[in-house]
Nanobody, 122 residues
Framework: VQLQASGGGLVPSGGSLRLSCIAS??????????MGWSRQAPGKQRESVAS???????NYSDSVKGRFTISRDRAKNTVYLQMNNLQPEDTAVYYC???????????????WGEGTLVTVSS
């Protein structure tokens, strides 16, 4: 399973960005259950930002609720993160992940991409 995130960049405070993450995998071996986004700011631990399950269940961290929107195109194995009203504290490397069942018997595994840098200037 491989993930490729894109869409990061430098934006002024109050600006917007849309992140994309494409997952590549063999459908014979891996069944996705959900996808999500996390971020890690300099000197801080990685935190979950948003997630979306196969049933459409969506969760956001309190810090981004109302400003960020996660969506998913299951046919394209792609997850998006629309980020509005960005603030300097949103500056971080953003990572996407996909959770799913792998192998026989199936085991639940979590895979992560390399991340994309978002920098918000004040």
């Amino acid at each position: 399973v491989q993930l490729q995130a894109s869409g990061g960049g430098l934006v002024p405070s109050g600006g917007s960005l849309r992140l994309s993450c494409i997952a590549s995998f063999s459908k014979l071996e891996f069944t996705p259950l959900g996808m999500g986004w996390s971020r890690q700011a300099p000197g801080k631990q990685r935190e979950s930002v948003a997630s979306i399950g196969n049933d459409g269940t969506i969760n956001y961290s309190d810090s981004v609720k109302g400003r960020f929107t996660i969506s998913r195109d299951r046919a394209k194995n792609t997850v998006y993160l629309q980020m509005n009203n960005l603030q300097p504290e949103d500056t971080a490397v953003y990572y996407c992940n996909i959770e799913g069942m792998w192998g026989v018997p199936p085991l639940i595994k979590d895979y992560w991409g390399e991340g994309t840098l978002v920098t918000v200037s004040s």
